[in-house]
Each structure stands twice: as structure tokens, then as C-alpha cells.
């Protein structure tokens, strides 16, 4: 499976922006996805994850009620929409694929076997 993220970019803090990731690959409707980030100097961190059936998803505390994960198998592609975008947001995001066999979206960075390249996102005060 390969992963492609794309639509970072600059924006305002309170302001909106979707990333989205691209898969190549059969099995990316039968797959947990997930997002996370890395901001500079610190480690790599968990944002939101959606189960390969869709209506299952979890996010972490921090962009609780702010982003919103979404995947559209026809076109192989996940989403992560996030509003009321925070300075505190600012990080190179990433997409990640879990191994085949599980239905259930999960925080932890080792179960995510995939990784896309990442896309920055930079939030402006």
C-alpha cells in the first residue's frame, strides 16, 4: 500500500483546511486509517483513525470536536478536515495504514504499518 498526503498549507489561526490521503492499493478499503503529526522537536503523535467500515472513529483529546476523519473508498482516500485551527495545530502531518484484520481504529503508532510522506500544515497567529 502506498500513501500519498497532501493538502497542507498555510492558514489562520480559527481558519479550516482538509488534508487528504491517497492510496494505491487493493486493500485500503479493508484497512483502519489513521492521521498523525510531528511537530519540530517532538515526538510523533496520534490525531484521529476511522475503522475500514467507516462509521467507527476515535480521536485524541487535543482536536476532539475540531477535525473530523472521513474515508471515501470509491476514490481511495481518506480525509482529515480540521476547523477552528490552533497555532498549538502547526505540524507535518501523516497518514497511516493499519495491517489487514482488524476493524477497530486505534491510537497506537505501531499498529500502522503504512506511512504516507506527510504534508505540513502551519497554523499563523
Known amino acids: 500500500v502506498q500513501l500519498q498526503a497532501s493538502g497542507g498549507g498555510l492558514v489562520q489561526a480559527g481558519g479550516s483546511l482538509r488534508v487528504s490521503c491517497a492510496a494505491n492499493?487493493?486493500?485500503?478499503?479493508?484497512?483502519?486509517m489513521g492521521w498523525f503529526r510531528q511537530a519540530p522537536g517532538k515526538e510523533r503523535e496520534f490525531v484521529a483513525s476511522?475503522?475500514?467500515?467507516?462509521?467507527?472513529?476515535y480521536y485524541a483529546d487535543a482536536v476532539k470536536g475540531r477535525f473530523t476523519i472521513s474515508r471515501d473508498k470509491a476514490r481511495n482516500t481518506v480525509y482529515l478536515q480540521m476547523n477552528s485551527l490552533k497555532p498549538e495545530d502547526t505540524a507535518v502531518y501523516y497518514c497511516?495504514?493499519?495491517?489487514?484484520?482488524?476493524?477497530?481504529?486505534?491510537?497506537?503508532?505501531?499498529?500502522?504499518?503504512?506511512w504516507g510522506q506527510g504534508t505540513q500544515v502551519t497554523v499563523s497567529s
Open positions: 497511516a495504514a493499519r495491517n489487514l484484520g482488524y476493524d477497530s481504529p486505534t491510537p497506537s503508532l505501531q499498529e500502522y504499518v503504512y
Open positions: 476511522i475503522s475500514w467500515s467507516g462509521p467507527s472513529t
Open positions: 492499493g487493493r486493500t485500503f478499503s479493508s484497512r483502519v
